[in-house]
């Protein structure tokens, strides 16, 4: 799948942009704050309905505007899908698919599928399980309709029962709606955590491989998913924690808690890795990530890096560039010289300055 073009409106500091993309690598360089992270943005919220770096729809609306429009032609197949989003300040977001708006957001999933990948994500091994739980979720709310489903009932029980906690201390009367609160973050988060399971298993085959050839065949990945209640236990434990509950007011079990452990020849590298076995790590996470999308979908996603090659050495950027030959991709970057220097093929160059972009001759290096 490809997205063809998006033209936006009053999104973030682009008044007004047209923009036609190629089918395969599309750079967007130019200096900072210029709106370079802005078009991958703005491409993520049409294939996901979110922001990647988890902005609120009034933020990413252009200062003193009340609303802002992201369209997009999506190739899929060879069907060509319209994508409107329409994003307003004070209410939810309207969506449409082909012309006809959508209920929920989660209707968009399975349109098209985004990778995105920033400076950020060469964190997630080393900073806390949220970022992690965060990765999975939005990895898992494209591919499975289901689990967003879960997900957001899961997050709406778990508000309610924090909420109640916190209440039942004045209103003890109110007991027994915790007991009714508590089946249904069972019914939920029992299902998310089975769908995290295969989700971290099948991505463990994955990255085994990826992450052997990335690192010269020096070290063995083991990706597992450390859950903080298993299906079973979680009704059991629920109920048996309620008194903590109950005095700290808030829920401390369930899959919110859960996170996913990297094993580097049996190190945990979440705590003992290197700054450079953590950032390899993350990178073919990433690339799993993509293998994994491939494999349930049966086509290949839109990669969108971030300012990522520059945080990269040489090997690991010859290694990312390689392999990304075959799937669109959509790169920013301040210079240039990374990607001439690399004898890297281009095919589509664009500056953006102040909010402006200027499509550059596709230049081609030899390879
Ligand atoms: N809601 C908004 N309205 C108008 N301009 C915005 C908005 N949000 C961010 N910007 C502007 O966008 C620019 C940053 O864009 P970004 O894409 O992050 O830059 P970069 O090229 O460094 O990736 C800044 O100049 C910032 O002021
Ligand atoms: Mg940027």
């Given at each position: 799948m490809i997205i063809k073009s998006m033209s936006l409106q009053n999104f973030r500091n682009y008044e007004n942009l047209s923009l036609e993309f190629d089918e395969n690598t599309n750079i967007f360089y130019g200096d900072?704050?210029?709106g370079k992270t802005n078009i991958l943005e703005a491409a993520y919220v049409s294939g996901t309905t979110k922001s990647h770096r988890g902005s609120k729809d009034r933020e990413m609306i252009?200062?003193?505007?009340e609303e802002a429009h992201i369209r997009t032609l999506i190739e899929k197949q060879g069907i060509i899908h319209k994508i409107d989003i329409h994003l307003r300040k004070n209410k939810t977001k309207g969506i449409a698919i082909d012309g006809i708006p959508i209920?929920?957001?989660?209707?968009?999933?399975?349109i098209i599928y985004f990778v995105f990948f920033s400076p950020?994500?060469?964190g997630i091994i080393k900073n806390g399980p949220s970022e992690r739980r965060r990765f999975i979720d939005m990895e898992l709310c494209q591919l499975d309709k289901v689990y967003f489903h879960h997900l957001s009932n899961y997050n709406k029980i778990l508000l309610q029962r924090n909420r109640l906690l916190k209440d039942l201390?004045?209103?003890?009367?109110?007991?027994g709606v915790l007991d009714v609160l508590d089946l249904q973050l069972v019914k939920y988060g029992s299902q998310i955590i089975r769908i995290r399971r295969d989700f971290v298993e099948e991505l463990d085959g994955l990255m085994v491989r990826i992450h052997e050839k990335l690192s010269g065949g020096r070290e063995e990945m083991k990706l597992g998913y450390e859950y903080n209640v298993s299906e079973e236990d979680f009704q059991d434990q629920l109920f048996r924690g309620r008194e903590r509950d109950l005095r700290?007011?808030?829920?401390?079990?369930?899959?919110?808690?859960d996170d996913i452990s990297f094993l580097v020849n049996g190190i945990?590298?979440?705590?003992?890795?290197s700054q450079g076995q953590q950032r390899t790590s993350a990178l073919s996470l990433k690339l799993s990530e993509i293998e994994l999308v491939k494999k349930r979908v049966h086509d290949t996603p839109v990669l969108l890096l971030d300012d990522v090659l520059s945080e990269l050495d040489g090997s690991r950027q010859n290694y990312l560039l390689n392999y990304i030959h075959d799937i669109q991709t959509l790169i920013t970057c301040t210079g240039l010289d990374e990607f001439i220097n690399n004898r890297f093929s281009v095919d589509r160059v664009c500056r953006v300055s102040g909010g402006k972009v200027t499509v550059e001759n596709g230049q081609e290096a030899d390879k």
């Open positions: 900072n704050a210029q252009a200062f003193e505007k209920k929920k957001a989660g209707e968009l999933f399975g950020e994500d060469l201390s004045y209103r003890p009367e109110d007991q700290q007011k808030t829920t401390g079990t369930g899959p919110h808690r945990d590298i979440r705590k003992f890795g």
